[in-house]
Nanobody, 113 residues
Framework: QVQLVESGGGLVQTGGSLRLSCAASGIIFRFNTMEWYRQAPGKERELVARISSGGDTNYADSVKGRFTISRDNAKNMVYLQMNSLKLEDTAVYYC???????WGKGTQVTVSS
């Protein structure tokens, strides 16, 4: 059974940083392309960042240069380092295994002025 558990969300001021973590189990992690999505109130869920099994990364234009996705295959973890946070980054952030189409339950990130 695939399980993805996010952590690291919280309240931060504009310009601040947070690091989200996602612990994966029930999958052969190193073979999975992993993603971070987010969903703001009243908006559709959107892809934020993706990292392939080989380590190639892609980002939404809105976060390029501010967010970094990374993975640790030895620990079955994927991370999202978020810097220079803006009010519009406020959302629930979800971890997803693209390969298995499985989702975590999300972690709330709130950016305040």
């Amino acid at each position: 059974q695939v399980q993805l558990v996010e952590s690291g969300g919280g309240l931060v001021q504009t310009g601040g940083s947070l690091r989200l973590s996602c612990a994966a189990s029930g999958i052969i992690f190193r073979f999975n392309t992993m993603e971070w999505y987010r969903q703001a109130p009243g908006k559709e869920r959107e892809l934020v960042a993706r990292i392939s099994s080989g380590g190639d990364t892609n980002y939404a234009d809105s976060v390029k240069g501010r967010f970094t996705i990374s993975r640790d295959n030895a620990k079955n973890m994927v991370y999202l380092q978020m810097n220079s946070l803006k009010l519009e980054d406020t959302a629930v952030y979800y971890c997803r295994s693209f390969t298995r189409n499985s989702w975590g339950k999300g972690t709330q990130v709130t950016v305040s002025s």
